[in-house]
């Protein structure tokens, strides 16, 4: 009898142990709402393919987290305005519940005046659009917060001979992105006002004739800058300087947003986008583009405004992935538990 105990009590230890080392418990809200804090998963112990959830080992700290791959060897990654780009294509379906990448501050167009806070008055808004009324105008936007990082976005229509300009201005450096209905070009230049001094940054030609509309994004992450017209990235080889006389968080009046007009311009759906996420380390993925080499992966976590994944600490081994998740427990209402087979 005292055997059979023995060996009762040795199974039950190999069991736990054997389920200890296979399961992962999930903390915190980072994969919300397909995984809730407080479930389990059952492991498999193989590398994952984009759009599996895997239990991994994070290169810094050393904590085992669950998190959704999104790119492996040989892809590449990058983030800019709230959109994920893999291999430079936004059709990414089997990562497509991955949400809140950038927190937007998007208002209505008919009440963007009391969302963000103009500070031009020669505007009028009819039809959807606003337009200006005067020959030179400059809206100055409030940003909704300090935090580190923006994306500014907009779309615009122009008439002949005239030009539209998103500016994100950190102390006395400026980042612009403007198009030109005269020239019919786009052009990316910083501006340093402390030194009166206008650089190019880069330059090509407008597709589509005058009054069509052109949707304009410029996005500044540290010293990253990134910037898509008409959805075509046209800032991929811009580098800057980090601006000297700004630091994040610091005195709100050191960064504003403006839109300059020249002529009779109208725009709508404007956008501003704080990166909430990526004061905290490294930026990997944010604005350029990152390239996936040797055996590793970029995960992200599916409720990423408040996930601590790949952006922060770069692409994860394949030695630091224990496996891939496949089962659930307690099984969520909304998909009878078993999301992963």
């Known amino acids: 009898m005292r055997k059979t105990y023995i060996y009762i009590i040795a199974v039950a230890i190999i069991l736990t142990a054997i389920i200890l080392q296979k399961t992962a418990h999930v903390v915190g809200a980072s994969m ?8 389990w998963l059952w492991q498999e112990s193989r590398t994952p393919t984009r759009g599996e959830l895997a239990v991994i080992i994070e290169p810094d700290s050393g904590e085992k987290v669950v998190k959704r791959c999104v790119a492996t060897q040989g892809d590449t990654v990058q983030i800019v305005g709230g959109k994920l780009y893999i291999n430079g294509e936004t059709n990414t379906t089997p990562i497509s519940g991955i949400k809140d990448l950038l927190a937007e501050w998007s208002g209505i167009d008919s009440e963007l005046e009391n969302k963000f806070m103009l500070k031009n008055k020669n505007l009028a808004y009819q039809n959807g659009w606003w337009t200006s009324s005067a020959k030179a105008t400059q809206v100055g936007l409030q940003k909704p917060n300090d935090h580190f990082g923006h994306a500014f976005e907009v779309t615009c229509k122009l008439q002949p001979s005239t030009s539209f300009t998103l500016v994100i201005a950190r102390g006395s ?9 005269m020239t019919n070009e786009w052009s990316i230049y910083s501006f340093d006002d402390e030194k009166q001094v206008n650089t190019e940054l880069a330059h090509g030609m407008l597709v589509g004739e005058p009054g069509q509309e052109h949707d304009l994004l410029i996005s500044v992450a540290r010293n990253q800058l990134s910037a898509f017209v008409d959805g075509v ?18 005195d709100s009046a050191h960064e504003q947003l403006f839109l300059e007009m020249h002529g009779q311009c109208s725009f709508k759906n404007v956008k501003i986008g704080c990166e909430i996420n990526y004061d905290i380390s ?5 604005a350029k583009v990152l390239k996936i080499s040797g055996d590793e ?21 394949a030695a630091q992935v224990i496996g891939v998740a496949t089962k659930l427990w307690p099984r969520n209402a909304d998909n009878n538990g078993w999301p992963f087979e």
């Open 282 to 286: 490294g930026n990997f993925g944010v």
């Open 233 to 250: 990235h046209v800032g991929e080889s811009v580098t800057v300087e980090a601006t000297k006389d700004w630091t994040a968080g610091g």
């Open 173 to 181: 450096n400026q980042y612009r992105l403007s198009i030109n209905s």
């Open 297 to 317: 992966f970029f995960f992200l976590g599916d409720n990423s405004k408040y996930s601590r994944d790949s952006r922060h600490y770069g692409p994860v081994s």
């Open 32 to 39: 919300t709402p397909g995984l809730e804090s407080g479930q």
